[in-house]
């Protein structure tokens, strides 16, 4: 431990000593890309709840201090990193509120808790970000909303450790549920598109293997194109006049296609917002109690 909080790395001309708070899925991504990055695991700390999981981080992470105590966790650390399910929100900052400091910058990932939430019952400096599961391959795009009390600094900071993962965008905080639907879950949808493309082609025959192949690397390909070309260019490059194109386009305008990924969004986004509210009720019922 005395190891742990003493190993300190240099990041962008800043020392800094990480805490992550709820090493799980997202939790356990960004620590991982910390020390791709090259930050030292021995300057990362990290909690979950349950002792059994203790080994499993302990495996995927050699050198991060794993505990359940958060209080631990916290304690020396310049960047605190929130990572816990919103509805865990509460459980992992009320016991330490009051180790968390006005110096310490905290970085929530939390989809739907807002930084006045958080800064409503902690000192330190808050800052919301969403990053997506690309982050473990470098590939993250984070979006980083500043809360009331950070400096410009902060905001450099916080997305400078994203910039490593990735890319990173500076926006206000009044997109974020927006941003949480397109970015954050955006891989999920990708993911359900690109397996009915891969089983389409089983549909008509083609084997599993080279469906899956021509599937993913069209989507890899479509992707770097629209990076250059707006989409509807790329739709009358492909498009034959009475060619095979048009034909699906029809199907796909017939079913709303669009429509119904626009309210995908919307709705993924609408429940940024009540997830909001719920923690903001469930606060105001703990203080009422
Ligand atoms: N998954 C994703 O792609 C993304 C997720 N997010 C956000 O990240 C957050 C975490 O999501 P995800 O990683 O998927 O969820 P997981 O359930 O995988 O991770 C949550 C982690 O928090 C730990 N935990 C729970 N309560 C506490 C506590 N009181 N103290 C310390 N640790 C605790 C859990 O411990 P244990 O393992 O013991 O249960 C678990 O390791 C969510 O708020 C989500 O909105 C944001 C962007 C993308
Ligand atoms: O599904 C969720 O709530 C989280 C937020 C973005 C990705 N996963």
């Not at 629209?226 to 029809?250: H, M, Q």
Request: charged share 20%; net charge neutral.
């Amino acid at each position: 431990m005395l190891i742990n909080r003493l190993s300190k790395l240099c990041l962008g001309g800043f020392i800094a000593r990480y805490a992550i708070i709820g090493l799980g899925k997202i939790g356990t991504a960004i620590a991982k890309s910390l020390i791709k990055s090259g930050v030292d695991p021995t300057s990362i700390s990290g909690s979950v709840r349950r002792v059994e999981s203790i080994s499993r981080v302990g495996h995927e992470l050699p050198g991060v201090f794993v505990t359940t105590n958060n209080a631990e966790v916290v304690k020396g650390a310049d960047i605190v990193i929130l990572a816990v399910k919103p509805y865990q929100v509460l459980d992992a900052l009320m016991p330490i509120r009051d180790l968390l400091s006005s110096d310490q910058l905290l970085i929530s990932v939390v989809a739907g808790v807002t930084t006045g939430i958080i800064e409503g019952f902690v000192l330190s400096k808050v800052i919301r970000a969403m990053p997506n599961i690309g982050i473990v391959i470098e590939r993250g795009v984070t979006a980083v909303a500043p809360g009331s009390r950070v400096s410009e600094d902060d905001v450099k900071r916080a997305c400078g450790i994203f910039s490593s993962m990735g890319r990173c965008v500076v926006v206000n905080e009044r997109y974020m549920d927006a941003i949480t639907a397109i970015s954050g879950s955006g891989p999920a949808f990708m993911a359900l598109i690109l397996e009915a493309l891969w089983e389409a082609g089983l549909l008509l025959g083609i084997p599993t293997d080279i469906s899956w192949e021509l599937a993913v690397g069209t989507l890899e390909t479509s992707a770097e194109l629209l990076r250059f070309r707006k989409p509807w260019e790329v739709v009358e490059e492909v498009t034959t006049p009475g060619g095979v194109t048009i034909r699906g386009i029809k199907v796909a305008e017939e079913g709303s296609l669009r429509g119904l990924i626009m309210r995908m969004i919307e709705e993924t986004a609408r429940r940024g917002g009540e997830i909001s509210r719920e923690i903001e009720a469930g606060i105001r019922s703990r203080i009422n109690n």
